[in-house]
């Protein structure tokens, strides 16, 4: 019965002193049961076939996202072993087994787990309507509610607790178990050993700058040149190993460049109680130099999740249109496919237009053409065999495409061409061909119009009079329609078997909008909704560890404050000596992610570059630093007004 | 002159029925330069008169004059700057701050002072080579013994020529060489700088370095006794004598 007494006193003062990690564990399990019951619903799946794969991924996230849980966890865990060593040591001073001490901490860690667990499912109600509503809304469907306990879900978040606490309880029962009691009573006492030395911290810092430089003109490298030749992307793992260990080597060495420049810099120093403030910032900088490392590092991570998901809307938004510009587009080599596509929609009883038509890579025989078109694209990103070869078009093809989307184009006469380009490649390709003449048998060719519809899925092509494609055989033939209605987007699979032969190996392309719209649909719902799942629960693993690691030496710190207010400094120079102290602490971590936030941004902004997105992926920092921040400083808050009801001046 | 006078003071704890009078009407001065000491059984209120004298606990009924000013009167501000400028503290333990160097917990009331920054690292060197703690300045608290320690606390609560430096307990957590060295230190202190130090102790070794000692009992002046001519060996016996009568009567003594 003692034992049982003890172990929920402990638990009740456990869980009120370790308040904002049981807060954190509520919202990851909250957040777990609610992407699962995502996953595994019904009212989800029916939204698009692919959405079963959906549920895998979420499923594959989740057991990413246990790492991180379960290195809190195990992180959390430590700590309380640590700081209450001497109460252990104590009980098996007293006369308890290792076996009794062990199993009233396991059941009191298993205990707060499970009230964690249980809280968050309960939320994760909740928050999987918010979540379903979101879903239904970006596939354009009403939002219904359906309140349902998920089974699976709770099946699988509780799979996921056990495995995070039955690796973190079989830890902590080994090092119980071990270790001597002498360490247990005295184990508050030691300090970290000091490592002295402008070398050392020399070393470190000058591996930090080479390592980032490297590390950032790598990736930039592997990224660039990585579209053009796949060869290059082998760059990128070295080069974000690279970074990772800058950060770590800047971490070991910033505490010992403080401390030398502030020798060099005594005016600095001396002044407005900076001294007291960087020497505990210092302090806890020496014993935590490691988790803070990674706690930078999981802030890196968590901008780019968040802003990468932000330019994945935008492109998903603007590929759309380019990629699936009708209603239903049938593209193949072999013209009686073209046939057969018109004689399914013709079945169907629909109301549409159409029309067939080729695209042509030369021009007639008997016509002398000089064109550079394609060197327009030297030196970018499409450089590349793919676009080397221009594409031509027929006037009247174009004039019946633009007809179809209810767009009108000028006549061309027969000394004019127009030019039909992505909006983004719009300023290259106008400038260069009002530089660089088009001449066909000798005669210049004006560039009469430049049009930026969405009509085909190349960058850019050359649209001229019919004269000049007159008897020219075509390399692709393509089959459009518009529809009154929207077409179904199970008639893909069907339109798809109907236009290919796999016997004879002649396949056509298909590409129904709404089929298209649902798999874009689908990618941009797993991408965003993982990436923002990932990051929020890194947002909130690091708050976590940096509030406990404040709260954690309260009675250190009310001792130092007190000493202060002692020796003159008054109540509101130690709350505000407090808050920049919580204030500086907190920004530490993000102080390298702000150095390497643009250029890696940067750099992954090149993976977009053959996408119509235009907005730098850097622009959207201004939304993610405004999402992070708000979770950040909620914790921030928490920290602060702990602190400052335990001075007690 | 008289530095500091107490007057009539009295601190009570606890409320209705289950009041403690930790303090029970002391009054008493200490001239400029003295070298003071109280001395007292556990709960005879040495260390709750000093906190009254600190201004870190206020007094329940009664007076302290510190120069001339009236400090049980003034609001938190102006006792925090009172504190600052006029008063120095050597505690028994924990009086250092583990996340600064030695030099910088000496230099720490010159900055809360906003001293003249280019001239904070001349009076750090000056003030530890009197103590003998040059060589472990750029140590940190937990680096060095617990004699160095205390000395590096003197150090501080003098670096900014307070008025007075109050002690509670200072060799407390030393053995007795320790004791010994930081003693001589500060009776230095005394003879060379003209420092006021009013020290609480139990310890009759540590008290026979003061010129005045008052006992407490009770929460009352007990006896005092001043050293005068006596050698200090003499002045300790006598102490030990005093000392012997804290604990009960005389009748008590077998």
């Not at chain 1, 966890?73 to 007293?94: C, D, P, Q, V």
């Not at chain 1, 995070?164 to 902590?172: G, I």
């Not at chain 1, 633009?402 to 006469?413: C, S, T």
């Not at chain 1, 088009?438 to 560039?447: A, E, Q, S, W």
Request: glycine share 6%; proline share 2%.
């Amino acid at each position: 019965m003692l034992y049982v007494k003890l172990t929920l006193r402990n638990l009740q003062r456990s869980m009120k002193e370790y308040a904002i990690f049981m807060l954190t564990m509520v919202i990851s399990m909250m957040l777990m049961y609610s992407f699962m019951a995502v996953a595994f619903s019904e009212q989800v799946l029916q939204l698009s076939k692919h959405m079963d794969a959906f549920a895998q991924v979420i499923l594959v996230v989740s057991m990413g996202l246990v790492i991180v849980i379960g290195w809190l966890i195990s992180y959390i865990a430590n700590f309380m072993l640590r700081k209450r060593s001497r109460e252990f040591g104590m009980y098996l001073l007293m006369g308890m087994t290792r076996k009794q001490v062990c199993r009233m901490f396991l059941l009191e860690q298993f205990c707060m787990g499970l009230f964690a667990y249980g809280i968050g499912c309960i939320l994760g109600l909740f928050t999987f309507q918010i979540l379903l509503a979101i879903i239904q809304h970006i596939f354009g469907i009403a939002y219904q509610f359906a309140f349902r306990f998920s089974i699976p879900a709770a099946g699988v978040t509780f799979l996921a607790f056990l495995i995070l606490y039955a690796y973190e309880l079989v830890k902590e029962y080994r090092i119980l178990h071990h270790v001597n009691i002498h360490t247990l009573l005295y184990q508050d006492q030691q300090n970290e050993t000091v490592k002295k030395g402008r070398l050392h911290t020399l070393m470190y810092m000058l591996g930090a700058i080479l390592c980032a430089a490297v590390g950032l003109k790598l990736f930039y490298d592997g990224m660039r040149n990585g579209i053009r030749d796949v060869e290059e992307t082998k760059k990128l793992l070295p080069a974000v190993l690279l970074i990772i260990a800058s950060i770590y080597a800047c971490f070991l060495g910033l505490s010992g460049f403080l401390q030398h420049f502030l020798d060099q810099h005594k005016q600095l120093k001396y002044q407005h109680n900076r001294m007291f403030l960087l020497g505990r910032l210092q302090g806890r900088l020496r014993s935590n130099r490691i988790v803070l490392a990674t706690l930078s590092l999981l802030t890196l991570v968590t901008i780019c999740f968040l802003c990468f998901g932000m330019k994945f809307k935008e492109t998903t938004d603007l590929t759309i249109h380019s990629a699936a510009p009708f209603d239903l587009q049938v593209i193949t080599q072999h013209q009686q496919y073209i046939k057969k596509a018109a004689g399914f929609l013709a079945e169907k009883k629909l109301t549409y237009e159409d029309h067939t038509y080729q695209t042509y890579t030369h021009l007639r025989d008997d016509v002398k053409v000089k064109q550079t078109f394609a060197k327009a694209l030297d030196h970018t990103a499409y450089d590349s065999t793919y676009y080397r070869t221009t594409t031509f078009m027929r006037y009247a093809d174009v004039q019946r495409l633009l007809q179809l989307k209810g767009k009108k184009v000028p006549a061309l006469e027969k000394d004019e061409y127009m030019l039909v380009v992505s909006k983004k490649q719009q300023e290259l390709m106008e400038s260069y061909c009002r530089k660089h003449p088009f001449t066909i048998n000798g005669k210049l060719m004006k560039l009469r119009y430049v049009c930026t519809e969405e009509i085909l899925q190349t960058m850019y092509f050359v649209v001229v009079p019919d004269v000049y494609v007159q008897g020219v055989k075509g390399d692709t033939f393509y089959y459009v329609a518009q529809s009154a209605k929207e077409l179904p987007s199970a008639w893909e699979d069907q339109l798809y078997e109907r236009c290919s032969n796999s016997q004879l190996q002649e396949y056509s392309s298909v590409r129904l909008h709404s089929s298209y719209v649902e798999t874009s649909m689908f990618s941009y719902v797993t991408i965003v909704f993982c990436l923002f799942y990932a990051a929020f629960i890194f947002i909130c693993a690091a708050g976590t560890i940096l509030a406990t690691q404040q709260l954690s030496d309260l009675e250190a710190q009310k001792y130092e404050y007190a000493l202060l207010h002692k020796m003159g400094a008054s109540r509101k120079t130690l709350y505000r000596l407090l808050h920049y102290q919580n204030l500086l602490y907190f920004l530490l971590p993000l102080l390298l992610p702000a150095f390497f936030m643009i250029p890696i941004l940067n750099s992954l902004d090149i993976m977009f570059t053959t996408t119509d997105a235009t907005t730098p992926m850097y622009m959207y920092l201004g939304i993610t630093l405004a999402l992070f921040f708000t979770i950040y400083l909620a914790y921030y808050a928490l920290t602060y007004i702990s602190c400052r009801r335990n001075l007690d001046i | 002159m008289t530095l500091l006078r107490v007057e009539h003071v009295e601190k009570y704890y606890g409320n209705g029925g289950n009041l403690c009078k930790a303090l029970d009407d002391i009054s008493f001065t200490m001239e400029q330069g003295e070298f003071m000491a109280v001395m007292g059984a556990s709960g005879s209120g040495k260390t709750t008169l000093l906190n009254v004298i600190a201004t870190i606990d206020t007094p329940s009924g009664g007076d302290i004059y510190v120069q001339d000013e009236n400090v049980s009167t003034k609001k938190e501000e102006a006792l925090a700057a009172f504190r600052k400028q006029q008063l120095g503290f050597i505690f028994q333990d924990l009086n250092l701050l583990n996340t600064l160097r030695i030099d910088e917990n000496i230099a720490l009331p010159l900055t809360l002072l906003h001293y003249d920054t280019k001239q904070i690292d001349e009076k750090v060197l000056k003030m530890a080579q009197r103590l003998g703690i040059e060589d472990v300045l750029l140590k940190y608290p937990y680096e060095v013994s617990g004699g160095q320690r205390q000395r590096c606390a003197c150090a501080r609560a003098m670096i900014h020529q307070p008025s007075l430096i109050l002690a509670d307990e200072p060799t407390g957590a030393l053995d007795s060489h320790a004791s010994y060295l930081f003693m001589e230190q500060l009776l230095q202190r005394n003879t060379e700088d003209h420092a006021s130090i009013l020290m609480v102790t139990h310890d009759a070794f540590s008290a026979s370095y003061a010129k005045r000692i008052l006992f407490l009992k009770d929460g009352k002046i007990f006896n005092e006794l001043y050293r005068g001519e006596y050698s200090r060996s003499s002045f300790y016996q006598k102490i030990l004598d005093v000392m012997m009568l804290l604990g009960g009567d005389v009748h008590a003594i077998r």
